[in-house]
C-alpha cells in the first residue's frame, strides 16, 4: 500500500520535475509512513511513500525494477491472489528476488504487457515506465478501490494516488461550476472530472498508455455487468457462503497486524464471522454517538461478544466532531458531503493504533442489493399498469401536496420514471432545486447516469439491477470508496473489502430479484447465506451504517457554527450567499422544505472552499501535512 506520483515530459524540449514528485510525494506521506523513495531519467520523475504491509522489509522498496531493469514501477494496494500468480511466474522461467506482491504484479507486466489486469485479483492504482518503449501504462482497479488522480501541465503528464499531491491548498483558483452543481445533486463530484480543472480521475476499470510525444490512449478493460436470473435457487446461500469464505482467506493475506471494522449491520458481522474462523483473535472497532438512536456500538459488542472477539468501542462527541471536520475535509480532497465520512475517519484512528490493516464491509449493499431504496420498484409497480392519461394527474396532484406532506414523494415517484427519480443512493438537490443557491447553468446529473441506464436497457434488467448498476458505477465508486480510502490513509490504516472482489462479483451478478429484496427485507440471500454461521439477531438486523446526528445538531446546539461558517466563506462567487443562509434559518425552524443533507452539501463545500481557496487553514502548520524536505 502507498501514495504514489510520477511526472512524465511529454513536449520536446520538456523535462520532468523531480522536484515537483518529491513535494507531491510529501503531501500524501499520511499514506505511507514507513518508507519513501524516488527514480527519475530523462523523461520521468516517480516517487513513492510506502505502507509495508507485504514484505515488511526493504525488499517491497519502490519505485521498484524489475529483474532487467526495463521497468520500474510505484504501485498503490494489494494483489491478493500473488502467491498463485508468483507460481505461475516461476512456472515459466521468472526468478522472483522478494515476497512482495508488487515485485509479482512488475514481474507479470514484463511477461503479459497491458494484460495482466485481467489477471490480477486485488484493489491497484499502479504506473509501469517501460525505458526501452518509453511508454507509461496506468491502471485502475475495476471497482475503483484506489484512487489514481492526472493532469496535463503543459508539456507534462502529472499523476498522484490524491489530488492534493496535484494542486496544494492555494494553488486552486478556477472551479468547475457544472462539477460543482453535479456536487450538489449527487453529494460528491462525478468522475472522471474534479471540481478543481484541469486534474481529472482514470475511472475504475480503466487504463492509459502515456507516450511523450503521441496523444493519451485511456481505456476500459472492465465493467461491472449484471444477469439476475429468473427465479431463486437453492443452492445460491451455499455459494454465497463459500465464496465469501474464500474471498475472506485471500483477503487475510498480510504480514503486518490486522483487524476489522464491526459495526451493527450483516456486512461487517459477516466478515468477521468468517474471518475469525481463522484469526480468532481478531481485534475489532466501532464507533458511535452520544445522541439517542446514533450508535450502533451496543449492537456490534453484542455481535463481537457471540462470535468471541474483542470489541473496541469509540464514543465520538459533538465537540470533536466539529474540531476535526476541517482537518477531515481536506483529506477528501473534492468536496464530499457524506456525513458518514467523519466517524469513519475516528473509527479509522482508533483501529491504527493497534493494527495496520483492516476488513471492511463497503461493496455488500450494491452487489446483494442491500438499500431500502431497492423495495422502491415493487412500490411504485401498480401505479405503472396505468394507462397512459393516468399518470398524468400524479404530477398534478403530487404539486398540490405543501412540502413534507406524507404521500407526496410517492405520488412523485410513481410519476416520474426510473432514470429521472434515480440517479444513486443520494439525490440531495433535486432537478431545479440547485438553482436556487447557484447561478443557472445547463449540467444534469443525467447526464453521469444515462450511459448506465442504457446499458441495462441492453443488457435488459430488471428495476432493481438497473438501480443496483447506477450505483455500482456512481455512489460506489464516488463515495463509499472515496471515504473509505481517504478515511483510512490518513491514518495510515490499509482497509480491505472482501466483497469487491471478482469471485464474488460472478456470484452476486446472477442473483434474481427475490434474492436481493424478498420477504420485505434487503439482501435476503445474503442473510440466508450467513445465517450459518451468525446469530439471529446478527444475521436479520436492519442496515444503520454509521449514523451521524448532523441534523439534531443543526436544529440546535451547533446551528450557530453552521450560521458563522457559511457567513464567512468567501463563496459568493459560487452560491448566493443569503439563498443558503435562508435556507439555514427555515431548517432551523423546523420547515419541511429544507434537509441537512442540502444543509450540510453546502457547509462541507464552504469549509472546502476556505482550505483549498482561500487557505484559511494551513495543512502543514497544523500537522496535517508533513513538510517539505
Not at 232 to 244: N, R, W
Not at 277 to 290: D, K, Q, S
Amino acid at each position: 500500500m502507498s501514495g504514489i506520483t510520477g511526472s512524465l515530459a511529454l513536449g520536446p524540449g520538456a523535462e520532468p520535475d523531480e522536484r515537483w514528485v518529491r513535494a507531491a510525494t510529501g503531501r500524501i506521506a499520511h499514506r505511507g509512513p514507513d518508507d519513501r523513495g524516488f527514480y527519475c531519467d530523462s523523461d520521468i520523475a516517480l516517487g513513492c511513500t510506502r505502507l509495508a504491509i507485504i514484505d515488511l522489509s526493504a525488499g517491497g522498496h519502490q519505485p521498484m525494477c524489475s529483474s532487467d531493469r526495463r521497468y520500474w514501477m510505484v504501485f498503490n494496494g494489494e494483489i491478493y491472489n500473488y502467491p498463485e500468480l508468483a507460481e505461475s511466474l516461476r512456472a515459466r522461467g521468472v526468478e522472483l528476488r522478494t515476497s512482495s506482491d508488487a515485485e509479482v504484479l512488475l514481474e507479470a507486466y514484463a511477461l503479459l504487457g497491458r494484460d495482466v489486469v485481467r489477471k490480477l485479483r486485488g484493489m491497484y492504482a499502479f504506473a509501469i515506465w517501460d525505458t526501452w518503449k518509453r511508454q507509461l501504462f496506468c491502471a485502475r482497479d475495476p471497482f475503483g478501490i484506489k484512487p489514481f488522480y492526472y493532469v496535463m501541465a503543459g508539456p507534462v503528464f502529472r499523476f498522484g494516488s490524491e489530488r492534493k499531491a496535484l494542486a496544494s491548498p492555494g494553488d486552486l483558483t478556477a472551479l468547475d461550476p457544472d462539477a460543482l452543481r453535479r456536487y450538489l445533486a449527487f453529494q460528491y463530484v462525478p468522475a472522471p472530472a474534479t471540481i478543481t480543472p484541469p486534474v481529472r480521475v482514470l475511472l475504475p476499470g480503466h487504463a492509459m498508455i502515456v507516450r511523450p510525444g503521441r496523444a493519451v490512449n485511456i481505456y476500459r478493460y472492465w465493467r461491472a455487468e449484471l444477469h439476475a436470473a429468473k427465479g431463486p435457487s437453492a443452492e445460491t446461500p451455499t455459494k454465497i457462503l463459500d465464496v465469501m469464505r474464500e474471498s475472506i482467506a485471500v483477503h487475510l493475506r498480510s504480514d503486518a497486524p490486522l483487524g476489522a471494522f464491526l459495526s451493527g449491520g450483516i456486512d461487517s458481522a459477516a466478515i468477521c464471522a468468517l474471518a475469525a474462523e481463522h484469526r480468532p483473535g481478531l481485534l475489532t472497532f466501532t464507533v458511535g454517538f452520544e445522541t439517542a438512536g446514533y450508535s450502533e456500538i451496543d449492537r456490534a459488542q453484542e455481535t463481537a461478544a457471540a462470535l468471541g472477539l474483542k470489541s473496541i468501542p469509540y464514543v465520538i462527541t459533538a465537540e470533536e466532531f466539529f474540531a476535526q471536520l476541517p482537518r477531515i475535509v481536506w483529506h477528501l480532497d473534492d468536496p464530499m458531503a457524506d456525513a458518514a465520512a467523519v466517524p469513519l475517519w475516528f473509527a479509522a484512528r482508533q483501529a491504527s493504533r493497534q493494527v495496520k490493516v483492516v476488513l471492511s464491509g463497503e461493496g455488500s449493499d450494491e452487489l446483494f442489493g442491500g438499500y431500502a431504496v431497492y423495495h422502491q420498484p415493487s412500490v411504485v409497480r401498480a401505479v405503472k399498469q396505468l394507462p397512459g392519461w393516468g399518470r398524468a394527474p400524479l404530477h398534478r396532484a403530487a404539486a398540490m401536496l405543501p412540502a413534507g406532506a406524507k404521500g407526496k414523494g410517492l405520488l412523485e415517484r410513481a410519476a416520474t420514471p426510473l432514470g429521472r427519480r434515480y440517479i444513486g443512493n443520494a439525490h440531495v438537490f433535486v432537478d431545479g432545486q440547485a438553482d436556487l443557491v447557484l447561478r443557472p447553468g445547463r449540467a444534469t446529473a443525467y447526464e453521469v447516469t444515462d450511459p448506465v441506464y442504457q446499458q441495462a436497457a441492453e443488457a435488459g434488467l430488471d428495476d432493481v439491477s438497473t438501480m443496483q448498476l447506477v450505483d455500482i458505477n456512481t455512489w460506489l465508486a464516488g463515495d463509499i470508496l472515496v471515504k473509505a480510502d481517504r478515511m483510512t490513509m490518513a491514518h495510515g490504516l490499509e482497509l480491505r473489502t472482501p466483497f469487491l472482489d471478482r469471485e464474488v462479483m460472478a456470484v452476486a451478478a446472477r442473483l434474481s430479484r427475490e434474492e436481493k429484496t424478498a420477504g420485505g427485507t434487503t439482501k435476503f440471500a445474503l442473510r440466508e447465506a450467513m445465517g450459518e454461521v451468525l446469530p439471529q439477531a446478527a444475521a436479520e438486523r436492519a442496515k444503520l451504517g454509521f449514523p451521524v446526528p448532523v441534523g439534531p445538531w443543526l436544529s440546535g446546539e451547533w446551528f450557530g457554527f453552521a450560521d458563522q461558517l457559511l457567513r464567512e466563506a468567501q463563496t459568493d462567487r459560487w452560491v448566493d450567499r443569503e439563498a443558503v443562509l435562508g435556507m439555514l434559518r427555515r431548517y432551523h425552524a423546523g420547515e419541511p422544505d429544507v434537509s441537512w443533507r442540502q444543509l450540510w452539501a453546502l457547509m462541507v463545500f464552504s469549509l472546502w472552499h476556505q482550505i483549498y481557496v482561500e487557505r484559511v487553514y494551513d495543512p502543514v502548520l497544523l500537522g496535517w501535512e508533513m513538510p517539505a524536505r
